[in-house]
């Protein structure tokens, strides 16, 4: 493609309102544009990287028998009242109304299309295992769309969906998408972690998230230092022995702490360690208001809590459910004593406390010397508390280790998750009914794109991988008005498309500085320079990656080109 012909507005300037800088250089390099808040047009250079992302998306889908399809992006809400997530699924889901004031909701995710779709087309189990995935545009009402591609309220997804008759087919087809996404990730040149993850609102259970580790990443990574466990830090388990103080128990003893509210406010205050505080937090679990205590030096993990007691929607309650329940302010909550009828659970560690410190559920007032099963019981024990750096691994290898990691893609094992509100049956082998068993699998396809362009840049721009740039090779004659480089250049460019190299031919009339800079900031492979010694046949060719630069003659070219990308394939 000749450069004059195509559409790459650089910039030479950052923009002010990109804080990352996958979404700096996109911006500049001129990728993409923004139109709003969190939605965005890819120019011809990011539409290329994001056809070459789906590429190796569907080859890898093809291997292992999905198959494309592509479902409507408007979906009426009767299909998501039947599931109940019409109601649960919160702010993000984008709805609207037409003119006959049905309503609809554009695409979010697909389930509820996919499960209605199937139950209407598939009636035995003969028809099983079937996976069908698309390359889909996804919409979702971030509250607070940031870094770029990264979190948008428009963005491109890969949703995949299988369908089978029993829970072996399921767990099959499941570990050859979660190969299959490894190899995705692998072919892209990604430095990622499969980690253990919350289903969230997609439902289900037995879900992987693919992480690639970045700085700028949203979501915690626990990973272990001496194996291959890793999990998002909201399911790691904690997996340690408290050892319970022999100390004599003593006498519970009421003490004024007047504006000593935080836990490290009361600690200090009364000159002991964090870990003999215990930690009184109240949620509203499906309308139920819970008390949920951990030691002072650790946090409630909501994710564990909705986990332990199965609930559907876990919250902090609020100052004024909190004041009714307790009559008292929040800093001064405590397990002692409390309204007839509420349910205490707690973080293992509690059960380890002795002599601990706890609110008095009167303002301005905590108790001394309150332990477990004396002075409150307790429903129930569970792990609520978030894993911390330090801890021993889960799998009893090694000790925890955080990473920042973005999310890039997600598989879950739904079970029956949807099929059985919305009655996706098929008759089994001996004749009866039974729900299909599916699972659901997802790659952000654009947001794939900024975790490379995070993790392939320097200070001058772009360094893509083979695997996703938008050209081969960037030719640049360094004078347009030099008709010995004019014909070299041309030469070359027909000889290299003939020979399917992907080419962008700088051929503006710009000076020889402009061309370098657009070059190194648009970060293609390879970079060949006709410049002075065009007469003589020679070139000058550049390796974007290393620096390196090169004398090659003209006919040497296609040789050199076939050695240097084969290098990159090994």
Excluded at 157 to 182: C, G, P
Excluded at 376 to 382: C, D, L, P, T
Excluded at 487 to 509: E, G, I
Excluded at 527 to 541: D, H, M, P, W
Aim: glycine share 8%.
């Amino acid at each position: 493609m000749k450069q004059s012909l195509t559409f790459i507005p650089t910039l030479r300037e950052t923009p002010a309102d990109a804080d990352v800088k996958s979404h700096q250089l996109l911006l500049r390099a001129g990728f993409i544009r923004q139109n709003t808040s969190g939605i965005y047009s890819f120019l011809p250079l990011g539409k290329r990287v994001l056809q070459k992302v789906e590429s190796i998306v569907r080859e890898e889908m093809d291997a292992i028998n999905g198959v494309e399809v592509l479902m409507p992006a408007m979906q009426q809400a009767e299909l998501w009242q039947e599931t109940g997530r019409w109601y649960s699924y919160g702010p993000e889901l984008m709805r609207l109304k037409d003119r006959h004031n049905r309503e609809f909701a554009l695409g979010a995710t697909h389930e509820e299309v996919i499960t209605s779709l199937l139950r209407d087309e598939i009636k035995s189990y003969k028809k099983l295992p079937l996976t069908l995935y698309q390359i889909q545009t996804k919409f979702r009402d971030e509250k607070r769309p940031r870094f770029g591609l990264l979190r948008g309220r428009e963005f491109l997804m890969k949703d995949a969906y299988s369908f089978h008759a029993t829970r072996e087919s399921l767990d099959q087809t499941y570990e050859d998408m979660v190969q299959a996404y490894t190899n995705i990730f692998t072919r892209l040149g990604l430095n990622f972690r499969a980690v253990i993850a919350d289903s969230g609102a997609i439902g289900g259970k037995d879900t992987h998230e693919f992480m690639v580790l970045s700085e700028i990443g949203e979501d915690t990574i626990a990973y272990s230092d001496a194996s291959d466990f890793a999990a998002n830090i909201e399911m790691a388990e904690v997996n340690v022995a408290y050892e319970t103080s022999t100390e004599e128990l003593k006498e519970v003893e009421k003490i004024a702490t007047p504006d000593q509210k935080t836990i490290n406010q009361i600690a200090s205050f009364l000159n002991v360690q964090a870990d003999r505080c215990i930690k009184t937090l109240v949620f509203n679990v499906d309308g139920e208001l819970v008390l949920v205590l951990a030691r002072g030096d650790h946090e409630i993990n909501d994710i564990k809590v909705k986990n332990a007691l199965k609930a559907k929607v876990v919250e902090l309650a609020t100052d004024e459910e909190i004041r009714n329940l307790m009559q008292c302010e929040v800093g001064s909550l405590g397990p002692v004593k409390i309204p007839v009828g509420v349910k205490i659970i707690a973080d293992r560690a509690v059960a380890a406390i002795r002599n601990g410190v706890a609110g008095a559920n009167e303002t301005g007032f905590h108790l001394l010397n309150v332990n477990p099963d004396r002075d409150f019981g307790v429903n129930q024990y569970e792990d609520l508390r978030f894993i911390m750096e330090g801890d021993p691994s889960p799998d009893g290898n090694g000790t925890i280790v955080f990473a920042k990691g973005i999310e890039v893609g997600h598989v879950f094992k739904l079970g029956t998750t949807y099929s059985e509100p919305m009655n996706g049956t098929f008759l089994d082998d001996n004749g009866r009914s039974q729900p299909f068993i599916m699972g659901c699998y997802g790659i952000g396809v654009s947001r794939v794109m900024a975790a490379v362009a995070e993790q392939f840049q320097d200070e001058k721009g772009f360094v893509w991988p083979k695997a996703v740039a938008p050209y081969d090779v960037h030719l640049v004659p360094v004078n347009t008005k030099d008709d010995a480089q004019v014909a070299l250049a041309d030469d070359l460019y027909k000889l290299m498309k003939s020979y399917r190299y992907d080419v962008l031919f700088d051929d503006r009339a710009e000076r020889a500085g402009v061309k370098f800079a657009d070059s190194d900031l648009i970060g293609l492979p390879i970079r060949i320079t006709v410049g002075k010694k065009a007469v003589e046949g020679l070139v000058e060719v550049k390796i974007r990656k290393t620096g390196e630069t090169f004398e090659w003659k003209k006919e040497e070219i296609l040789n050199h080109l076939q050695t240097f990308f084969s290098s990159l394939d090994n």
